[in-house]
T-cell receptor, first 111, second 118 residues
């Protein structure tokens, strides 16, 4: 199972763009990169998933370089409600792999 | 789609008693579900993999006789904390993915159960 490394915490202000980078040096060919968001006392929630280059949805963008050893989650114009823990995981997109959660990044958005 | 319901959301029990937590996939069948435990300010730790119709697979260090898992149907897995002690107080979360595991939107997680043992 690929291990991921991401900053423990980040601070931002409302309206700013936040970029959280995750390292996954041992990612396998069949692995996808998935980001989850977790609010206090709730289960994680899927944000975005990608394999390479760039993926964008209504919530975030995910940038993945050609070597796929890292990825960057980009949250445009964050609001106070984006304060949460963000987890980067690598996983296959089929089968029943066990997910190994790293430390996650605790994002604090201030007014 | 892909909704996982977890019940109860919070429970307080006395030391020495047992508590059952339910995890249901509401709109899909899940042959495999996962149970996690999360202590305050920490990450999720996988406890066990629940397989429908067979025994659960426990992670190293997790006592299978203390954390009983039953996955009797394709939509329900239960975690029973037996003879609970204050150190079992934690946030328990389940997750599942549909069918044969093909997914475009990652794993779906329940809302979690806050267990407090007094």
């Amino acid at each position: 199972l690929a291990k991921t490394t991401q900053p423990i915490s980040m601070d931002s202000y409302e309206g700013q763009e936040v970029n959280i980078t995750c390292s996954h040096n041992n990612i396998a060919t069949n692995d996808y990169i998935t980001w989850y968001q977790q609010f206090p006392s709730q289960g994680p929630r899927f944000i975005i998933q990608g394999y390479k280059t760039k993926v964008t949805n209504e919530v975030a963008s995910l940038f993945i370089p050609a070597d796929r050893k890292s990825s960057t989650l980009s949250l445009p114009r964050v609001s106070l409600s984006d304060t949460a823990v963000y987890y980067c995981l690598v996983e296959g997109n089929t089968g029943f792999q066990k997910l190994v959660f790293g430390t996650g990044t605790r994002l604090l958005v201030s007014p | 789609g892909a909704v996982v319901s977890q019940h109860p959301s919070r429970v307080i029990c006395k030391s020495g008693t047992s508590v059952k937590i339910e995890c249901r996939s509401l709109d899909f069948q899940a042959t495999t579900m996962f149970w996690y435990r999360q202590f305050p300010k920490q990450s999720l730790m996988l406890m066990a993999t629940s397989n429908e119709g067979s025994k659960a697979t426990y992670e190293q260090g997790v006592e299978k006789d203390k954390f009983l898992i039953n996955h009797a149907s394709l939509t329900l897995s239960t975690l029973t904390v037996t003879s609970a002690h204050p150190e079992d107080s934690s946030f328990y979360i389940c997750s599942a993915i549909p069918g044969q595991g093909a997914r475009r939107f990652g794993y779906t997680f329940g809302s979690g159960t806050r267990l407090t043992v007094v």
